[in-house]
């Protein structure tokens, strides 16, 4: 029997072969990461004066601009939406204001509930992420009774703020809550009257329904400021602490990228859109003047930016992202 006689070079050589061979052999692939088409929990703070604001997102849901606005053309719609990269139909955000004034903690605006689906209805669950719970807030003030707005305010049949007291403009209330009313509306706002009547009612109930007047203090550093037209008494709140302002303005916008390039642009849901159109520019021009920073219930979450003017037209300038407000 014969045995081969391998040097230790050649026996060298054919190792490094082999690792060459592996290093150039493609290497088996990862498993693909699953998406997870899911966003983090929707609220966003800020400090205003010796305030906290935190902005709750209700939800989003897709708005068709083009079936519901009025007075702009589709051509219109499209140029001004393309300019902002985006198309029919733009997910709508549903935003709410938590205001931790210290004595007090306001909410402004409840979100859809569910009213508008499972697109929305996180409200409760975000207020809960932001470190808050229902039981904690004292007093819940509505911009206007349309169902994007009140659908919050209950659960189940009963309140969802149980030691709340709620509080509407008596001009919206007086219309909203008026069955009658109903029949003078157009006929996509009917089920509008049923959800304010159905929402309120436990509230109501609980003698814990009040009403308030136009342009009236309703807690130290909350005022309530009548801006109607989208509905007869849709109410705006000016919120400040230590001369800083937040301007809570309800539906002023519903789709920034048109209605700030054209404030006549409205849309059919409001009561009467040549007011609607009046406060629109008013409130734009004062928020520019002011330098306030507005909360927008219906700007790409959270909301929260202040008004440039550009002689006819606005810019939204959002406000800049706080890791950690007031810290």
């Not at 009025?70 to 029919?88: F, N, Q, W």
């Not at 849309?267 to 009046?278: I, K």
């Not at 550009?310 to 810019?315: A, G, I, P, S, V």
Request: aromatic share 10%; hydrophobic share 40%; proline share 6%.
């Amino acid at each position: 029997m014969h045995t081969k006689n391998y040097s230790h070079t050649g026996i060298m050589n054919f190792i490094a072969l082999f690792l060459w061979i592996l290093a150039m052999a493609p290497l088996p692939a990862n498993a693909a990461a699953p998406q997870v088409r899911t966003q983090g929990q929707g609220f966003y703070r800020m400090t205003l004066g010796d305030f906290e604001i935190t902005t709750l997102l209700d939800g989003t849901h897709p708005f068709p601009i083009d079936k519901v606005m009025i007075e702009v053309s589709k051509e219109e719609i499209a140029r001004d939406l393309s300019r902002d990269g985006l198309t029919a139909p733009v997910q709508g955000s549903i935003n709410a204001f938590l205001i931790n004034t210290g004595p007090k903690l306001i909410l402004i605006d409840t979100g859809a509930g569910t009213l508008y689906g499972d697109c929305c209805g996180h409200l409760l669950a975000n207020l809960r992420a932001a470190g808050y719970q229902p039981e904690q807030v004292d007093e819940v003030y509505l911009t206007h009774l349309h169902k994007d707005h009140v659908g919050g305010i209950f659960l189940d049949g009963k309140m969802a703020f149980p030691n709340a007291v709620l509080r509407v403009s008596a001009t919206d209330a007086d219309y909203w809550l008026t069955p009658a009313n109903k029949a003078t509306a157009p006929e996509f706002l009917s089920t509008f009257f049923d959800s304010a009547i159905v929402s309120v009612a436990p509230y109501i109930k609980a003698g814990r329904f009040k009403t308030f007047s136009a342009n009236e203090q309703l807690i130290p550093g909350i005022t309530s400021m009548a801006t109607p037209g989208h509905t007869p008494g849709h109410t705006s709140f000016l919120v400040e602490s230590q001369s800083n302002a937040l301007l809570v303005w309800g539906d002023i916008i519903h789709v920034a990228p048109i209605q700030l390039q054209n404030p006549k642009a409205s849309v059919e849901y409001d009561n009467n859109p040549l007011s609607a159109q009046r406060y629109r520019r008013e409130l734009l021009d004062l928020a520019a003047k002011k330098h306030y920073i507005v909360g927008a219930a219906h700007i790409a979450f959270p909301g929260l930016g202040r008004i440039r003017k550009n002689k006819h037209t606005y810019d939204w300038i959002p406000v800049n992202y706080e890791g950690a407000p007031g810290k």
